[in-house]
């Protein structure tokens, strides 16, 4: 039988033993969690009995998710269970792997690893049936991200994802999550958000890739191991920081040389943990789960003093020329005829138009978390929450200039942190809102943002107030490794708290809305989008354009675009959005 070698394999000194392992480089070890011999899904279904495939499909991509019926004999018993799980590939034979591929589509079936939109489909049916048949719902995690396409903008999957979360979140059952192998990025959290999170010893668990991560901070790729590093990628650490609760030990060595003894120790270890989880009464489940999601997190606080030394109510509103009523037509304008465009432009088609030039698409500017504050509360009744306003993010990493980018960035924006949560009203009618400032580190998903909605979602369901969240970001921040990712679906459970209350969540969907922000709170309650706003998907348009080496189509990710693709279904102008609000909020307090 043919194998597949990584280069430090080859080197004679290397054994697989446990001290050999740990000498490897971060990037080694992060090779090794996708080494193609490691156990796929499919090879861990011998652990079960009665299995049995459900959902089966031809949709494109809908294998890198399979699901199915099984059952677990444990100490206590036979436990019924769905299984989902991701399948990189389709087989963990190296010479079959080999050959398969060989065959005309295969590699394009397979889509190197990467789940789409009916992957997504496919796993939120079986979570919904195992409700129905009282399953105990176990995730199996393999993929290097989901599915960077405009196909799969085309197919929703930012929102597909999201309601995986919500899915968990709200589930009846007990949930189980393995990380098998590597687990990267909006493609593995989609089905991490689970009671328990266990991981192989030597997978990895992360937000981004190391690549990706090196060429973000250092405008190269080939610093992908120091990335590597600084990223804190590995089981081990994953457990330290306590995002997974814990290990599956390879007891012989990695999973790929020994993948009989790593098979048997997940199976000893899921036998362990659905023992403790049956223990809870069904009707417990959900609480138990509010409590294991509420201790998910680390962030620091700062005094009145330090918020004082660069607090601004600050507004990025572009202002009314005075003695005309144009403004500056912003630099490299360019007509659909390629042509420059000169002439200024009329500052009440620009107020119109959302800030965004009706001849080339261009953003004049991002409106601050005080403008949103200003347009969707009535006049001076913002007051924010004392439980959240000394809440800041901590560089838990030591990651590269994090902390000081972080004092960089209050001063710039006049916030402690890129979201803030307060009470206010709307016509009259009391609110808690919580508003993103994109100019703080791009408003991207972090820890304290994760704290900060559950903390403000308590509020809500202390007061009994309808919960507004605007929403833009351009994804989970690298800063804070995999930790901030994990914050995701943390706020889907603070959220589904809220609307198993019955009470309302309104998301004002802004530009822009990426990653980590759309597959979390963008992807809740009743989405109100922003007229002329874009940039709103999963994946950003210049990371779909350099991996499918095509341009995207116009209005790509427009209010406009995602309308025609039935997503975007209330769309809000700025000047009225209020009035809108207004409406939803008087219906709740009406009934």
């Known amino acids: 039988?043919?194998?597949?070698?990584?280069?430090?394999?080859?080197?004679?000194?290397?054994?697989?033993?446990?001290?050999?392992?740990?000498?490897?480089?971060?990037?080694?070890?992060?090779?090794?969690?996708?080494?193609?011999?490691?156990?796929?899904?499919?090879?861990?279904?011998?652990?079960?009995?009665?299995?049995?495939?459900?959902?089966?499909?031809?949709?494109?991509?809908?294998?890198?998710?399979?699901?199915?019926?099984?059952?677990?004999?444990?100490?206590?018993?036979?436990?019924?269970?769905?299984?989902?799980?991701?399948?990189?590939?389709?087989?963990?034979?190296?010479?079959?792997?080999?050959?398969?591929?060989?065959?005309?589509?295969?590699a394009e079936q397979w889509n190197q690893g990467m789940p789409t939109p009916a992957s997504y489909e496919r796993a939120?049916?079986?979570?919904?049936?195992?409700?129905?048949?009282?399953?105990?719902?176990?995730?199996?995690?393999d993929t290097p991200g989901?599915?960077?396409?405009?196909?799969?903008?085309?197919?929703?999957?930012?929102?597909?994802?999201?309601?995986?979360?919500?899915?968990?979140?709200?589930?009846?059952?007990?949930?189980?999550?393995?990380?098998?192998?590597?687990?990267?990025?909006?493609?593995?959290?989609?089905?991490?958000g689970c009671d328990i999170v266990l991981a192989m010893e030597y997978s990895t668990y992360l937000v981004i890739s190391p690549e990706a991560c090196s060429s973000i901070l250092f405008r190269t790729r080939d610093k992908a191991n120091l990335a590597a590093e600084i990223s804190q990628i590995t089981s081990k650490e994953a457990l330290h920081h306590k995002i997974i609760d814990a290990i599956i030990a390879e007891p012989d060595g990695p999973a790929h040389r020994f993948p009989q003894s790593a098979i048997a120790s997940l199976r000893a270890s899921l036998c362990n943990h659905i023992e403790q989880l049956s223990a809870i009464p069904q009707e417990e489940v959900f609480d138990a789960r509010v409590q294991r999601w509420k201790q998910i997190g680390r962030w620091d606080r700062i005094t009145e003093e330090e918020i004082a030394s660069f607090e601004q109510h600050r507004s990025r509103r572009i202002a009314r020329p005075e003695g005309n009523m144009f403004v500056q037509r912003h630099k490299g304008c360019r007509g659909s005829d390629g042509k420059r465009i000169y002439d200024p432009v009329l500052y009440s088609a620009l107020i119109d138009d959302n800030y965004v030039c009706k001849d080339c698409g261009y953003r004049y500017t991002r409106l601050s978390a005080y403008d949103y504050i200003d347009i969707v509360l009535d006049q001076g009744s913002f007051?924010?929450?004392?439980?959240?306003?000394?809440?800041?993010?901590?560089?838990?990493?030591?990651?590269?200039?994090?902390?000081?980018?972080?004092?960089?960035?209050?001063?710039?924006?006049?916030?402690a942190s890129a979201l803030l949560t307060g009470d206010g009203t709307v016509g009259g009618k009391p609110v808690v809102i919580c508003v993103t400032d994109f100019g703080f580190l791009g408003g991207s998903f972090c820890?304290?943002?994760?704290?900060?909605?559950?903390?403000?979602?308590?509020?809500?369901?202390?007061?009994?107030?309808?919960?507004?969240?605007?929403?833009?970001?351009?994804?989970?921040?690298?800063?804070?490794?995999?930790?901030?990712?994990?914050?995701?679906?943390?706020?889907?459970?603070a959220l589904s708290r809220v609307e198993k209350a019955g009470i309302p969540v309104l998301t004002i969907i802004t530009d822009p809305t990426l990653g980590g922000v759309a597959i979390g709170f963008g992807s809740r309650g009743i989405q109100l989008f922003e007229h002329k706003a874009g940039n709103i998907g999963f994946s950003g348009k210049r990371v779909i354009e350099q991996y499918t080496g095509k341009k995207t189509s116009h209005d790509f990710q427009t209010t406009t675009w995602l309308q025609e693709k039935g997503y975007a279904k209330h769309i809000v102008n700025p000047m009225s959005m209020h009035m809108d609000i207004e409406t939803i909020i008087n219906d709740f307090y009406r009934n």
């Open 124 to 141: 939120l049916k079986a979570i919904k049936l195992a409700e129905k048949e009282a399953r105990l719902i176990i995730t199996m995690i």
């Open 1 to 106: 039988m043919k194998h597949f070698y990584l280069p430090f394999e080859k080197k004679q000194d290397f054994d697989y033993s446990a001290a050999a392992i740990e000498k490897l480089s971060e990037y080694e070890k992060y090779q090794l969690s996708f080494h193609p011999e490691r156990p796929k899904y499919l090879d861990y279904l011998q652990v079960f009995k009665n299995v049995e495939p459900c959902f089966e499909s031809n949709l494109h991509g809908s294998n890198l998710i399979q699901t199915h019926r099984a059952v677990l004999d444990t100490a206590s018993g036979p436990v019924k269970v769905m299984l989902v799980g991701q399948q990189s590939s389709p087989t963990s034979n190296f010479e079959q792997l080999q050959q398969l591929m060989r065959k005309n589509g295969t």
């Open 146 to 192: 989901a599915d960077p396409t405009e196909e799969a903008e085309s197919g929703g999957i930012a929102w597909k994802i999201g309601h995986c979360m919500q899915a968990l979140a709200e589930a009846s059952v007990p949930t189980i999550s393995v990380i098998m192998n590597r687990g990267c990025s909006g493609g593995a959290i989609a089905l991490t």
């Open 383 to 415: 007051r924010e929450h004392e439980a959240t306003r000394h809440l800041v993010d901590l560089d838990i990493l030591g990651f590269p200039g994090y902390s000081q980018k972080i004092l960089e960035e209050r001063k710039k924006t006049g916030i």
């Open 447 to 493: 820890m304290s943002t994760g704290e900060k909605i559950w903390q403000a979602s308590q509020i809500a369901l202390d007061r009994k107030c309808p919960i507004i969240i605007q929403a833009a970001g351009g994804g989970a921040r690298m800063h804070e490794g995999c930790s901030s990712m994990v914050s995701i679906p943390k706020i889907h459970v």
